[in-house]
């Protein structure tokens, strides 16, 4: 099957803890994207990815961080320094041939 | 900046009922539109994506369109169903932010049967 994953489904962070999601994909896609979504709102940007070794911050980079080291992997770590972490992220990918952006079925982080 | 704006924020309706979603964004210069479904927990569906120099885009039940000028679209979903209980998201991608999206913050719609 193609398509995106995201592990863990669900993520306890403990105070001063740094966590890292993954995010997976075989469609064969240059871009990833992470959001954040909070609930009753749409979704922010957080970081993207055009190409293998590069990225771009998005409209709330603080507090965290990205890889990008495979095309098929764009893992996401929440650092201490992000306060409010509690949120659903998701991640997603697109082709520039498609433009459609697929997404994947999101972590919920939780704090302790 | 881009700003994408869904009224209304919450719709039931009962099952059967032709309905009407809006999406409006404050600057026309984009690339296309797109929506999506979003069920409770869940990732996003791409529903229709509308490029920008097109009027409209269907796909089943559903029928998108787009009046890039007036900065509005619109999601009709024809002979509603419990099934289609979700919330639908638009997002545009402008052109000023390469293949960047801005999301508004969606409709959840309920369908009574």
């Known amino acids: 099957d193609g398509g995106i994953t995201q592990s863990p489904k669900y993520l306890f962070r403990k105070e001063g803890q740094n966590v890292t999601l993954s995010c997976e994909q075989n469609?064969?896609?240059?871009?990833m994207y992470w959001y954040r979504q909070d609930p009753g709102q749409g979704l922010r940007l957080i970081y993207y990815s055009q190409i293998v070794n590069d990225f771009q911050k998005g409209d709330i980079a603080e507090g965290y961080s990205v890889s990008r080291e495979k095309k098929e992997s764009f893992p996401l770590t929440v650092t201490s320094a992000q306060k409010n972490p509690t949120a659903f992220y998701l991640c997603?990918?697109?082709?520039?041939?498609?433009?459609?952006?697929?997404f994947g079925p999101g972590t919920r982080l939780l704090v302790l | 900046k881009q700003e994408v704006t869904q009224i209304p924020a919450a719709l039931s309706v009962p099952e059967g009922e032709n309905l009407v979603l809006n999406c409006s964004f404050t600057d026309s210069a984009i690339y296309n539109l797109q929506w999506f479904r979003q069920d409770p927990g869940k990732g996003l569906t791409s529903l229709l994506l509308i490029q920008s120099s097109q009027r409209e885009q269907t796909s089943g039940r559903l029928n998108a369109s787009l009046d890039k000028s007036s900065g509005r679209s619109t999601l009709y979903i024809a002979a509603s169903q419990p099934g289609d209980s979700a919330t639908y998201l638009c997002a545009v991608r402008p052109k000023t932010s390469g293949s960047r999206l801005t999301f508004g913050e969606g409709t959840q719609l309920t369908v009574n049967p």
């Open positions: 997603a990918s697109s082709s520039s041939a498609q433009e459609t952006q697929y």
């Open positions: 469609l064969n896609h240059d871009a």
